[in-house]
């Protein structure tokens, strides 16, 4: 992990967010800021365009106007990505090409215009699924796992790389309470190395001891922001989040690796 500055500095900046996908508007001038070193719990009914914000953040779906930069550096090929973790919602391992849990794992350390492996990648790959509890199935085709055990697969991936920040959509979502409690933990770890944290929840649960600011959406836009979260912001309409799983990576982010299971 990188070596940290003594003044915070801006990890995430987001200003005037609008994004539009098949002519709806999804986000409607959100402004987003987080320093590092935050934990910062992004909640709100679905349907509010939690995971449209965080996958427009990491480069995987387009900007309507405003802008966001990461690092100080707007999007594009110059960010430094290899900074950070991208954790997708939930998904199926049922298509792609067939990979073990550790090839899933080693592809996170695959970013810009890297093409081969690090030397340590496959030590680094198993440490990370030490880290979430799987490393006895590394040999294993992610199709053969579990819905529960993909999702860890996933956030070891985001993990291998050490990143700065970690951004995570529904990270825990249909996995079981134990593995939950452990990644938790592994959290806690991460935090108090100075891990930058956001993270799509819609409950704190097991998370609210590291969170140190809350943000709610509704409706694409941002209704609450600070320590505490209020008592109606989780009560909107529920829906679905407008989210688009087949969009394509903008140019020059690098997070998203079709190693088993596309994300």
Do not use: C
């Not at 990890?11 to 987080?34: F, M, N």
């Not at 550790?102 to 198993?126: C, D, N």
């Amino acid at each position: 992990m990188s070596g940290r500055p003594t003044t915070p500095e801006q990890v995430i900046e987001a200003r005037d967010l609008h994004v539009t996908l098949d002519g709806s508007r999804i986000l409607r001038g959100v402004d987003l800021s987080v320093t590092a070193g935050e934990v910062v719990a992004l909640l709100g009914a679905n349907g509010s365009g939690k995971s449209t914000l965080v996958r427009t953040l990491v480069g995987i779906l387009p900007i309507a106007s405003g802008s966001v930069t990461l690092y100080g550096t707007p999007l594009g090929r110059t960010v430094p990505w290899q900074r950070v973790g991208y954790v997708p919602q939930r998904v199926s391992a049922t298509t792609g090409v067939p990979s073990t849990a550790l090839e899933v794992v080693s592809s996170g350390l695959l970013y810009g215009r890297r093409i081969r492996m690090p030397r340590g990648a496959w030590a680094s790959a198993m440490d990370a699924l030490d880290r979430v509890g799987l490393a006895d199935r590394a040999d294993r085709a992610v199709s053969e796992l579990s819905g529960g055990q993909q999702q860890r697969v996933l956030i070891a991936r985001a993990l291998v790389r050490d990143p700065d920040l970690l951004v995570l959509d529904e990270p825990v979502a249909g996995v079981d309470q134990q593995s939950q409690e452990s990644f938790a933990v592994t959290l806690t770890g991460l935090v108090e190395l100075g891990t930058t944290i956001l993270v799509v929840l819609h409950e704190l649960g097991t998370f609210a001891p590291l969170i140190s600011r809350t943000v709610v959406l509704q409706h694409g836009r941002k209704v609450h922001d600070g320590g505490a979260l209020p008592p109606s912001a989780a009560h909107a309409t529920p829906g679905h989040d407008h989210v688009h799983p087949h969009e394509s990576p903008e140019e020059g982010s690098p997070l998203i690796h079709n190693a088993g299971f596309g994300s």
